[in-house]
């Protein structure tokens, strides 16, 4: 942390998915089918995972989503405030499920996900009013009467693209008006307005995105971009990959590199040294079944 330095929270806007997970020896082609080993049930979505991470990290966490009115919804939300998470901001949606993600994983680690919203997809910009310090409780926990205060200048807004990509836009803005940093991941890819793109600092995509995003005609000035075992840039600064001695599953580990590089710039860490940290914690997320540690 930079001495005298505020140290702010970390609002995630963001999905929550059940992870359904199957090791292959090798991912089938289309219309191919391959034998799998067991399946496995994790908790994953790009939000919860970065959550965690900044959780992790220790940064104030406040977390704004939804869930369903299902059992693993419920349980969802019970596990993310026992990891001091803040919850109050994410709402139990009646009448729908949870998100869910299909996951395969071959014997090199690498993944392929396909995701179904469920209440992900119920994400609207009302819910944003939080960022503000406003809006009404609408879920079926009754252990809050408020909501968290809105953001400050101190604080940083994370993320990504699993939901409504209006919800994201308006995000971005508001967090922008606060004065707030804003920290886009911009997983999975998708093209945003370039004055959206512009408010955040940075904006985080890999190398598979940042050829999209250079396609596009569109490169944020303040852009990071993860390099695989080559590391990471952002600007001026490339810091080397961690060392990875057994790679299990690769599926968390761009999110816990987003999560931790979040919650170190917003304790004041320099670009470098929240880079380092990040690198860390994508090298241990590698290393163990499933989005998030047990």
């Given at each position: 942390?930079?001495?005298?330095?505020?140290?702010?929270?970390?609002?995630?806007?963001?999905?929550?998915?059940?992870?359904?997970?199957?090791?292959?020896q090798?991912?089938?082609?289309p219309?191919?089918?391959?034998?799998?080993?067991?399946?496995?049930?994790?908790?994953?979505?790009?939000?919860?995972?970065?959550?965690?991470?900044?959780?992790?990290?220790?940064?104030?966490?406040?977390?704004?989503?939804?869930?369903?009115?299902?059992a693993?919804?419920v349980?969802?939300?019970?596990?993310?405030?026992?990891r001091?998470?803040?919850?109050?901001?994410?709402?139990?949606?009646?009448?729908?499920?949870?998100?869910?993600?299909?996951?395969?994983?071959?014997?090199?680690?690498?993944?392929?996900?396909?995701?179904?919203?469920?209440a992900?997809?119920?994400?609207?910009?009302?819910?944003?009013?939080?960022?503000?310090?406003?809006?009404?409780?609408?879920?079926?926990?009754?252990?809050?009467?408020?909501?968290?205060?809105?953001?400050?200048?101190a604080?940083?807004?994370?993320?990504?693209?699993?939901?409504?990509?209006?919800?994201?836009?308006?995000?971005?803005?508001?967090?922008?008006?606060?004065?707030?940093r804003?920290?886009?991941?911009?997983?999975?890819?998708?093209?945003?307005?370039p004055?959206?793109?512009?408010?955040?600092?940075?904006?985080?995509?890999?190398?598979?995105?940042?050829?999209?995003?250079?396609?596009?005609?569109?490169?944020p000035?303040?852009?990071?971009?993860?390099?695989?075992?080559?590391?990471?840039?952002?600007?001026?600064?490339?810091?080397?990959?961690a060392?990875?001695?057994?790679?299990?599953?690769?599926?968390?580990?761009?999110?816990?590199?987003?999560?931790?590089?979040?919650?170190?710039?917003?304790?004041?860490?320099s670009?470098?040294?929240?880079?380092?940290?990040?690198?860390?914690?994508?090298?241990?997320?590698?290393?163990?079944?499933?989005?998030?540690?047990?």
């Amino acid at each position: 942390m930079t001495k005298g330095v505020a140290v702010g929270r970390v609002f995630v806007v963001g999905s929550l998915n059940v992870d359904s997970v199957v090791r292959v020896q090798r991912h089938p082609a289309p219309g191919e089918t391959v034998r799998g080993g067991d399946l496995a049930t994790f908790w994953g979505g790009k939000g919860a995972n970065q959550a965690v991470a900044a959780a992790e990290a220790g940064a104030e966490v406040v977390f704004v989503g939804r869930v369903g009115d299902d059992a693993v919804g419920v349980d969802y939300r019970s596990r993310l405030a026992s990891r001091s998470i803040d919850v109050r901001a994410l709402t139990v949606t009646r009448g729908v499920t949870t998100g869910h993600a299909m996951i395969a994983v071959d014997e090199r680690g690498e993944n392929t996900i396909v995701v179904s919203a469920g209440a992900n997809a119920h994400v609207s910009v009302a819910d944003l009013e939080v960022l503000r310090g406003g809006g009404g409780l609408d879920t079926t926990d009754t252990a809050y009467e408020s909501r968290p205060t809105g953001l400050t200048s101190a604080d940083v807004l994370l993320i990504s693209l699993e939901l409504d990509l209006a919800v994201v836009s308006a995000a971005v803005r508001a967090a922008a008006d606060a004065g707030a940093r804003v920290v886009l991941n911009l997983a999975p890819f998708a093209l945003l307005p370039p004055e959206v793109l512009a408010l955040a600092d940075p904006v985080v995509v890999n190398e598979h995105e940042a050829d999209e995003l250079r396609a596009s005609g569109t490169e944020p000035e303040s852009l990071l971009v993860t390099l695989g075992s080559r590391g990471s840039r952002w600007g001026d600064v490339t810091v080397d990959a961690a060392a990875v001695v057994n790679v299990v599953d690769t599926t968390g580990a761009g999110d816990s590199y987003c999560g931790t590089l979040a919650a170190r710039l917003a304790a004041g860490d320099s670009h470098e040294a929240a880079m380092r940290a990040a690198s860390a914690a994508a090298a241990r997320a590698v290393t163990w079944p499933g989005a998030q540690p047990a």
